[in-house]
């Protein structure tokens, strides 16, 4: 039996990554500072429900406001934040990443901003003060 390509849906890695990353540091579940009663953080919540692909005004929508935005391009060596998108778009491609600080995490999230809408391209997370 043939499958349909557009049927079948994996996980992306920058997604396995940051199930990774939120696990390591007390994020992905249990309690940790600022969950009340075991509780993750509206933020928490909403960060997980995000999508690869989710438009810009929809993680606006689910996460509310980023504390910083800045505009680069892809560029080839790049190292911090962003950089396992040096190997997945082509060199030059513009993209937007908005930032978020919450309990000692910085997340990072990237969007594509050479497409309508803005897609979301990852997400990553970094102890706050992480030197790249």
Same mark, same amino acid.
């Given at each position: 039996?043939?499958?349909?390509?557009?049927?079948?849906?994996?996980?992306?890695?920058?997604?396995?990554?940051?199930?990774?990353?939120?696990?390591?540091?007390?994020?992905?579940?249990?309690?940790?500072?600022?969950?009340?009663?075991?509780?993750?953080?509206?933020?928490?919540?909403?960060?997980?429900?995000?999508?690869?692909?989710?438009?810009?005004?929809?993680?606006?929508?689910?996460?509310?406001?980023?504390?910083?935005?800045?505009?680069?391009?892809?560029?080839?060596?790049?190292? +911090?934040?962003?950089?396992?998108?040096?190997?997945?778009?082509?060199?030059?491609?513009?993209?937007?990443?908005?930032?978020?600080?919450?309990?000692?995490?910085?997340?990072?999230?990237?969007?594509?901003?050479?497409?309508?809408?803005?897609?979301?391209?990852?997400?990553?997370?970094?102890?706050? +003060?992480?030197?790249?």
């Amino acid at each position: 039996m043939k499958m349909d390509r557009g049927t079948h849906r994996h996980t992306p890695p920058r997604v396995l990554a940051l199930l990774l990353v939120l696990a390591i540091s007390g994020c992905g579940g249990g309690e940790s500072a600022g969950d009340q009663g075991g509780r993750a953080s509206d933020f928490e919540v909403g960060v997980r429900g995000l999508d690869i692909g989710d438009l810009q005004d929809e993680v606006r929508r689910v996460v509310g406001e980023p504390a910083d935005i800045r505009q680069w391009a892809v560029t080839v060596p790049w190292w +911090g934040p962003g950089e396992n998108l040096a190997s997945e778009l082509p060199q030059g491609s513009p993209v937007e990443t908005w930032s978020y600080r919450r309990e000692g995490q910085v997340y990072y999230l990237h969007f594509d901003s050479a497409k309508a809408g803005k897609p979301l391209l990852g997400i990553e997370v970094y102890p706050e +003060g992480a030197i790249f």
